[in-house]
């Protein structure tokens, strides 16, 4: 027996439920592959606990109520049609090319699904009604439905003329590109080469994209002062360092929550970032418009984004820190910038020695997807996918 399940539009956001807030699931050890012949639809299941019984030890999990939120489709893609569709907002980082092809040489293959944004809406599609396969995190139920023949072709159909982007991992997109190209000069065949692929529809996606902060390190004659001034000559300045606890031998005080109601824009258009030293802390914030003269090399939509001000006024400009494209097209960032996923690890970087952190504001998805649109791209790692989506089908074995 069948059931249908509509995904419910926009239920995806940090102020609806769980939202993202999801534990990986343990796959490595189920019996699961998606092949060119199935799909699978992944949902994220609210889980409700039971009260602790009398001895004060928490029950069994309850079956969780209400609608799934869906995170998207897992499937294989023709590698030939997607290189000729899918766009990049950002340039590819150099180190996570090299780790991610030695990652496919090592593996014979692809083992982890390439994250795609399709301009789409999620049909209405047939599902049995026991769930492939199901692993519980610590607030969600994670779960795999296996698609029967029509509705994977119904979905893949839907893929056919909308626009696809790679949703922040470009070091796999083009290690996949290289390892299958490679092949065929080394005499490895591929018959119909096919890419593992997660589709999340834009609709549904909320802001599924998080920023990466960007940690400066062991910066030969780096002065504090000269960073600090370059930030009030260039940006709408304020010192929160009362809000923020100094940091020299005080990493534990750093409170992640503090920081993300800076970092909330103000005012439409706002694009802001936190500076900070080992003594101080300081919130930079731009208005809309405000760096049409100071970058007019750049185009308009890329001069309102965080990591392009960061790094053509501040790093590079006043501080000397370039990032380079090399004549392979991969971006290589300087040996004194380090990338950093986790907005604490970032600044407990600067407790440790560092010489500044900059926490980035908030990557918006429709931002960054308008960027794709127009073939143009953000420097290197300014965005990726929330942790709580990567890794999700990574060590599937044979069906």
Known sequence: MAKKI????????????????????????????????????????????????????????????????????????????????????????????????????????????????????????????????????????NRLWRLPPGGRDEFRSLLTNCQLTVAGSEGLWEALLHYHASGSRTGRTFSEPRVLVLVISRQQSAEILRPVHRVVRNLPGFQAGEMVRAARENFFFEDVTRAMPRLDGCGPHFNPETARELLRPVHPGEVTMLAITAHSSFRLHSEAGWADTLLAHVSPKLRECASVQLHEIILDRRLGVPYRTRHDGLQEASDHVVYESDMTAAVRAVADGANAAFVMGVANSDVVLDIASRREMLPARSAELDLSLQGLVKYVVAD
């Open 6 to 141: 509509t995904p419910p539009r926009a239920a995806i956001s940090g102020s609806k439920g769980p939202g993202l807030q999801l534990s990986a699931p343990e796959f490595a050890h189920l019996p699961y592959a998606v092949t060119s012949d199935n799909a699978y639809l992944y949902e994220q299941v609210p889980r409700v606990d039971p009260p602790a019984d009398a001895y004060g030890d928490p029950g069994e999990p309850d079956r969780p109520p209400g609608q799934p939120i869906l995170l998207g489709v897992i499937t294989t893609l023709d590698l030939g049609t997607l290189e000729r569709r899918v766009a990049r907002f950002q340039q590819t980082d150099a180190a996570e090319f090299a780790w991610r092809s030695a990652e496919l040489d090592a593996a014979g293959g692809q083992i982890e699904p390439l994250p795609l944004l399709a301009d789409i809406s999620f049909p209405t599609l047939q599902i049995s009604t026991a769930p492939s396969l199901e692993a519980a995190g610590e607030s969600v139920l």
